[in-house]
């Protein structure tokens, strides 16, 4: 090419360009080019995307920072570790900004840059798309200027429709559309994460700004005061607890160079406890009544009683109100609240379970006694046990459960911290180790029943009833239960004549793992009786215990009473 002359350069040039201009290209819209990719924060380089010459990343940064930015939370750090969120931040954490339709609402007034198709047809066929000129108005074929700045959109059609019929009067149809609309240009300031200046359309909600700007800044920004101004002039005061509680936004369109200010934030106070809103409230004055602040933090039904710490004149104070009182309670900036239930109920729930007729759960007042209840159960004394009766108690099982980890705790350190003065004893203590391991991991399955014994030949005793008792009415049986370290588990009927042996021999005998002398008789009404010479009665169960082989293991002392402890308890044995 260094050797054409200029003329044919310039030739060669013209038809290179020629044919580039007829090559298809693709248009870049100013649309796809998202600004929140600009501001959102992150780390602190760009990943997943490289960016060439001529061309834009049309991906949305997911929080990640260019180069030589700042976290909001670098420059904006926190004024008090612990607080609770402030009431409404839930309102930005959505992800409308970037899923904002462009559809334009109703209320939309027509501004200049817009673009509006018009359609006639009839005695006159056309059809045009027509710019709103810089000064409003449309400029359309044969009619003229249209002034419609300041229209709103739902009354385009019919506005530009009555100004064409000026000048087409009769057998013309019209048919006027806004297609799109100016992009405006706002700015943000005051309490937001970032503040600065947003694009968006003029019929975009306060609330799509606010979550471009990342936000009102949690510690001084205020939800309560935000302002839009015009040329210097507040046109419209916005308090978000009202669209919070009640749904009501207004509804006004934004126009270039408008401001957003979100004012300082106002004096809070800071809620925990039994509501349902454990946030961080803002007032609109300097002070506000209980009652008030009760309608957003929501207490619940239970709360009795409300305690409040915080500074006044004469210095710090702490009071602790009752509910009714503490909403005629004035607050003020930096009290802490906590809503609480502290009234013990009087009213406690009794279950019936086992052999009875009526209703299974008794609400009673909470000094009732078990023969002032048992007074009202009936039963069919031909089919309930009525002198076996026992109570399965939860703070019993509790502390059944807690006796048993605890000795379980007391065997596993025993076993692990014992010394081995050779070689062949360090073996036999890690083969103890997992056999008490195993032993323990079954053991800590069990699940204590919480038993009281209150009944004794016949004889009942009137204890004063918890709430959740469970009374127990056995009912009445010719079985005899056998268990444990037998062949044949199995229920058998009762034999006067037969001996604790006999009731063994008949459930298939000792298993190899039966300890002989460690027999238990678990009666009806819940006692144990550890003498296999005794008498059986109707209902008892019978329960061998394994044997622990003293040449393996060392601690059987410890493991032996473990397994009275859960045979006990939950009548059974691991």
Do not use: C
């Not at 817009?114 to 000064?135: F, Y």
């Amino acid at each position: 090419m260094n050797n054409l002359n200029n003329p044919l350069k310039a030739v060669f040039f013209v038809f290179i360009a020629a044919i580039m201009a007829l090559l298809p290209h693709k248009r870049v819209h100013s649309e796809e080019i998202s600004l929140t990719k600009l501001e959102n924060a992150g780390s602190t380089q760009i990943s997943g995307a490289s960016l060439e010459s001529g061309t834009f990343n049309k991906k949305n940064r997911s929080g990640v920072l260019l180069p030589g930015e700042m976290s909001a939370a670098e420059l904006l750090p926190a004024s008090e570790e612990g607080l609770p969120p402030p009431y409404g931040a839930n309102l930005f954490t959505g992800g409308y900004e970037s899923e904002r339709l462009d559809g334009l609402n109703e209320d939309y007034t027509i501004a200049p840059g817009d673009k509006v198709s018009i359609w006639l047809w009839g005695a006159i066929n056309s059809s045009e798309v027509v710019t709103v000129d810089n000064q409003g108005n449309l400029f359309i074929n044969n009619v003229g200027p249209v002034y419609v700045a300041d229209v709103k959109a739902s009354q385009l059609n019919s506005y530009v429709t009555n100004k064409i019929k000026e000048v087409y009067k009769q057998s013309v149809e019209i048919y006027v559309n806004l297609l799109t609309a100016t992009p405006v240009s706002v700015y943000i300031s005051g309490g937001v994460i970032r503040p600065g200046q947003y694009a968006g359309i003029a019929s975009d909600s306060i609330l799509y700004y606010l979550k471009r700007a990342g936000g009102i800044d949690s510690d001084r920004g205020s939800y309560r005061s935000i302002k839009v101004l015009r040329n210097n002039k507040v046109i419209q005061n916005i308090d978000l607890y009202d669209f919070i509680l009640n749904g009501f936004l207004p509804k006004f369109n934004f126009k270039d160079n408008d401001v957003i200010l979100v004012e300082r934030q106002k004096a809070t106070v800071v809620v925990s406890g039994s509501v349902r809103a454990p946030f961080r409230f803002e007032f609109k004055d300097e002070q506000t009544s209980g009652e008030e602040l009760s309608k957003f933090a929501l207490p619940l039904a239970k709360v009795s009683h409300v305690g409040i710490v915080g500074d006044r004149n004469h210095g710090p104070f702490s009071v602790y109100l009752p509910f009714n009182e503490f909403k005629e309670f004035t607050l003020q900036d930096g009290d802490r609240l906590i809503f609480n239930d502290d009234i013990r109920a009087q009213i406690i729930d009794i279950q019936v379970a086992g052999s009875y007729l009526g209703p299974s759960y008794f609400a009673v007042h909470k000094n009732t006694r078990l023969h002032d209840l048992l007074a009202h159960i009936k039963i069919d004394k031909e089919l309930a046990d009525y002198e076996s009766i026992y109570i399965q108690r939860k703070s019993v099982a509790k502390q059944q459960k807690e006796m048993i980890d605890q000795a379980l705790d007391r065997l596993e350190r025993t076993i692990f911290t014992s010394p081995a003065s050779s070689d062949g004893e360090a073996k036999i203590r890690a083969e103890e180790g997992k056999m008490i391991l195993e032993f323990t991991k079954r053991a800590r399955q069990a699940v204590p029943l919480g038993k009281v014994i209150i009944s004794d030949q016949g004889k009942v005793a009137n204890i004063r009833l918890e709430q959740g008792d469970v009374i127990y009415i056995p009912p009445k049986t010719d079985l005899i239960q056998v268990a444990g370290e037998v062949l044949m588990p199995q229920a058998l009927v009762y034999n006067p004549q037969a001996s604790i042996e006999d009731y063994i021999a008949w459930a298939g005998g000792y298993s190899e793992r039966a300890n002989y002398d460690e027999i238990l008789v678990i009666h009806a009404n819940g006692m144990i009786d550890v003498d296999a010479s005794g008498t059986l009665k109707p209902g008892d169960q019978v329960l061998v215990l394994p044997k622990v082989d003293t040449k393996v293991l060392q601690a059987v002392k410890d493991i032996t009473q473990i397994l009275y402890q859960i045979a006990i308890a939950a009548n059974v044995v691991n």
